[in-house]
Structures are given as C-alpha cells and as structure tokens.
C-alpha cells in the first residue's frame, strides 16, 4: 500500500458528460501528480499541484482541469468525455516540490470507460 | 526534452532463470532514473532508483539496475524469475528540476513454468 488513496476505483460513463476523479496523497505529501495511461499513448503526465498551487502542467487538454485543496487532496475534472479519454488515471503524491529528484508515490488508479 | 525507450514490449523467462530489460534515455544532464513495476490491475510501485553515486543500485524483490552514462543505459535484472515477477516494467526519467517523469513504453514480462 502505497499511502495514496484514489477513488473510485472504477467508472463507466457516456461521452459528452463529466466526471471526478479524487485523490487522497500521502500524509504530509505536498505534491500531487496526475498521469494517464492509455493503450496507445503510455503514461502520460498531465499536471501537478504543490500546495495547493498548479506547479506544472504536460499533456492535459483544456477539456481537462484538476486542483488541489486546502487539505492537499485533489480532484482530476474531465469534462466533454470522449471515447479516447478511456484510460487509466493514476495519482501520485511526493513530500517536495520537483518529482524529478525524488521518488513519487503511486495509487492504484481509476479506472475510466466512456461508452 | 526528455525520453525513455523500452526496446522490448514483451519478454517471456523461464521460472529460475534470469532476466535483463532493457531500458535507453535520452536527456543532457544527469538523469533521475527509475524502475516501477505494475502488477494486473495494480498501481505503480517503485523497484529502484538512482540519482547519483554507486552505478550499481538494489531495489526489492531482488532486482537491480546499473546506470551506464555512455551508453545511455538503465537495465534492470534480476539473478532468478520467480512466477510473481511476472507484471509491466516501466523505466522513468526525471530531470535536476523537473516535475514530472517521463516513462518508457513499458515491458512486460511472462514468466513460464
């Protein structure tokens, strides 16, 4: 068990619609992550927050948004589903401000199909 | 801009027998490199990283990984497959400075009887 906790786990919805996806980091991580992984592109990074503040953002598309709240969980939004936005969306969660130099720390993903 | 190849996408190992994966970066400075493992339906855990000193770094479960700066170089290998090894392996790079890591395709590994 990692110490990250991401819910739910699972979800299955139509496209055009919106969802949210939560993560919980670890205790006294102010680092949040997102990737995706899909089939045809990997994993992905797509955006991270540090203390509540967007730090740096990869491959997110503007239908997309996340943010980090006061307690340092945060919530992936995505909005306008399309079939391709079925993937795997992790969460990860690291005590300092550059993953780069330091190990994160993964949850076990949800799971996303737009049908 | 940084990039990680995982040359082989499947390999299949014989239970006992060893492994090497395969893992070439691409990046100017000195790398944050890093071997995560994904079982079925599991998230990402950590085998091993390195960041500087010992080329040679032990991870868990038995794994290790050597670091060779002229040949771009982070393979991971194991002495003895057990049936539980077998899962995706990614290799990820990370920068001085940077955010994020940048992941390689991934291997995945089957292990046989």
């Known amino acids: 068990d990692s110490g990250v906790t991401q819910t739910p786990k699972h979800l299955i919805t139509a496209t055009g619609q919106r969802v949210t996806l939560r993560c919980s980091p670890r205790s006294g991580d102010l680092s949040v992550y997102w990737y995706q992984q899909s089939l045809d592109q990997g994993l992905q990074f797509l955006i991270q927050y540090y203390n509540g503040e967007e730090r740096a953002k990869g491959n997110i598309l503007e239908r997309f948004s996340a943010q980090q709240f006061p307690d340092l969980h945060s919530e992936l939004n995505l909005s306008s589903l399309e079939l391709g936005d079925s993937a795997l969306y992790f969460c990860a969660s690291s005590p300092h401000r550059g993953q780069g130099r330091t190990e994160a720390f993964f949850g076990q993903g949800t799971r996303l199909t737009v049908v | 801009a940084q990039s990680v190849t995982q040359p082989d996408i499947h390999i299949t190992v014989s239970e006992g027998a060893s492994l090497e994966l395969r893992c070439n970066y691409s990046?100017?400075?000195?790398?944050?490199l890093f071997w995560y493992v994904q079982s079925p339906g599991q998230g990402l855990q950590l085998l091993l990283k390195?960041?500087?000193?010992?080329?040679l770094v032990q991870g868990i479960k038995g794994f290790e990984a050597e670091f060779k700066r002229s040949q771009s170089s982070f393979n991971l290998r194991k002495p003895s497959v057990h049936w539980s090894d077998a899962a995706e392996y990614f290799c990820a790079v990370g920068a001085n400075a940077g955010n994020m890591l940048t992941f390689g395709g991934g291997t995945r590994l089957m292990v046989k009887p």
């Open positions: 390195y960041f500087s000193g010992d080329t």
């Open positions: 990046y100017g400075a000195t790398p944050y």
